[in-house]
């Protein structure tokens, strides 16, 4: 047998194997993707025949306020996890895996907690805990003699989007911390053992040598914290769903709502199918910088 067929039989081969996989990304993602993509064209309430609108839609959504105010709340989302999930569990597994290794299983358990709970379940304990009457942060704020302090989170404007903030930080900071933790035990001893004999404490070392060193981890985790932080929904919906008067509305509750409390699939079609490029943009965007970043 010659080596062209011997080629054409692996790929054959290579093919039957990937077919089943091929068939649920065409059946379950190209295709959803499409008819999203042909449902922006059309006036739709889900029951009655389509109204063909052409780029009216679109029109639509570039003059929606709320959109683009949900818009923005999206990538302020996704800046906080930046910095509080992706950089702030680095620090953390560095301290976890350098510092305090002794108690580092127990510390990642802790912080393990709220990744493997529910985030629905999440978001009635905090709705639970945000409650301005028997609520466990104002009665910590009572307890620290600032009276003043006191809120209904969830229910005010002009905090319901920072209270909805700190829970998506302390719900997904395990999970980078426990990802973080694997890229720092995989640096080598011997370069932290050769910066202690030129004399580099602890913070030199976790800017001089592990930030570059798991540089291609921080890539990675900021991707996935961007990717999620600008398609979230499902805390901010048992939160405050979107609430006070749009106050914390995200992309995916507005999309929720204009598809299946007011029914008008098109412009839902239209809101989930930007939002979609929009979040492939930002990651190629972040993608690029970080990797100039890292070859710098």
Same mark, same amino acid.
């Given at each position: 047998?010659?080596?062209?067929? #011997?080629?054409?039989? *692996? @790929?054959?081969?290579?093919?039957? &194997?990937?077919?089943?996989?091929?068939?649920?990304?065409?059946?379950?993602?190209?295709?959803?993707?499409?008819?999203?993509?042909?449902?922006?064209? &059309? $006036?739709?309430?889900?029951?009655s025949a389509p109204v063909f609108v052409?780029?009216?839609?679109?029109?639509?959504?570039?003059?929606?306020?709320?959109? =683009?105010?949900?818009?923005?709340?999206?990538? #302020?989302? /996704?800046?906080?996890?930046?910095?509080? $999930?992706? &950089?702030?569990?680095?620090?953390?597994?560095?301290?976890?895996?350098?510092?305090?290794?002794?108690?580092?299983?127990?510390? #990642?358990? #802790? +912080?393990?907690?709220?990744?493997? %709970?529910?985030?629905?379940?999440?978001?009635?304990?905090?709705?639970?805990?945000?409650?301005?009457?028997?609520?466990?942060? @104002?009665?910590?704020?009572?307890?620290?003699g600032l009276d003043s302090w006191k809120?209904? =989170?969830?229910?005010?404007?002009?905090?319901?989007?920072?209270?909805?903030?700190?829970?998506?930080?302390?719900?997904?900071?395990?999970?980078? %911390?426990?990802?973080?933790?694997?890229?720092?035990?995989?640096?080598?001893?011997?370069? +932290?053992?050769?910066?202690?004999?030129?004399?580099?404490?602890?913070?030199?070392?976790?800017?001089?040598?592990?930030?570059?060193? !798991?540089?291609? /981890? !921080?890539?990675? @985790?900021?991707?996935?914290?961007?990717?999620?932080?600008?398609?979230?929904?499902?805390?901010?919906?048992?939160?405050?769903?979107?609430?006070?008067? *749009?106050?914390?509305? !995200?992309?995916?509750?507005?999309?929720?709502?204009?598809?299946?409390?007011?029914?008008?699939?098109? +412009? /839902?079609?239209?809101?989930?199918?930007? $939002?979609? %490029?929009?979040?492939?943009?930002?990651? =190629?965007?972040?993608?690029? &910088?970080?990797?100039?970043?890292?070859? /710098?």
């Amino acid at each position: 047998m010659s080596t062209d067929d #011997l080629a054409k039989r *692996h @790929n054959r081969a290579a093919l039957l &194997f990937l077919s089943p996989a091929l068939l649920f990304v065409c059946v379950f993602v190209a295709y959803p993707v499409a008819y999203a993509g042909w449902l922006t064209l &059309f $006036q739709w309430d889900g029951a009655s025949a389509p109204v063909f609108v052409g780029a009216g839609n679109i029109l639509r959504l570039a003059v929606d306020s709320v959109f =683009w105010a949900s818009l923005g709340r999206n990538l #302020l989302v /996704a800046l906080s996890a930046i910095v509080f $999930q992706v &950089f702030l569990a680095l620090a953390i597994a560095y301290c976890l895996v350098r510092i305090v290794p002794a108690f580092s299983r127990i510390f #990642l358990f #802790l +912080y393990l907690v709220p990744v493997m %709970v529910s985030e629905i379940c999440i978001g009635l304990l905090w709705r639970f805990m945000y409650n301005p009457y028997f609520g466990l942060v @104002n009665a910590a704020l009572k307890l620290a003699g600032l009276d003043s302090w006191k809120r209904g =989170w969830l229910g005010e404007s002009d905090t319901a989007f920072l209270a909805v903030v700190v829970v998506m930080s302390f719900t997904y900071l395990g999970l980078y %911390v426990l990802l973080f933790t694997s890229a720092v035990r995989s640096v080598p001893e011997s370069v +932290y053992e050769a910066a202690e004999i030129d004399g580099a404490g602890d913070l030199r070392k976790f800017f001089s040598i592990t930030i570059p060193m !798991v540089w291609d /981890a !921080v890539r990675a @985790n900021s991707l996935l914290a961007i990717i999620g932080s600008l398609k979230t929904f499902s805390l901010v919906f048992v939160l405050t769903n979107g609430g006070p008067s *749009h106050a914390s509305e !995200v992309v995916s509750t507005y999309l929720y709502k204009m598809g299946f409390s007011s029914f008008q699939m098109g +412009y /839902a079609a239209t809101i989930g199918f930007v $939002q979609m %490029v929009l979040t492939a943009l930002a990651a =190629w965007i972040v993608f690029r &910088f970080l990797k100039r970043k890292g070859e /710098a």
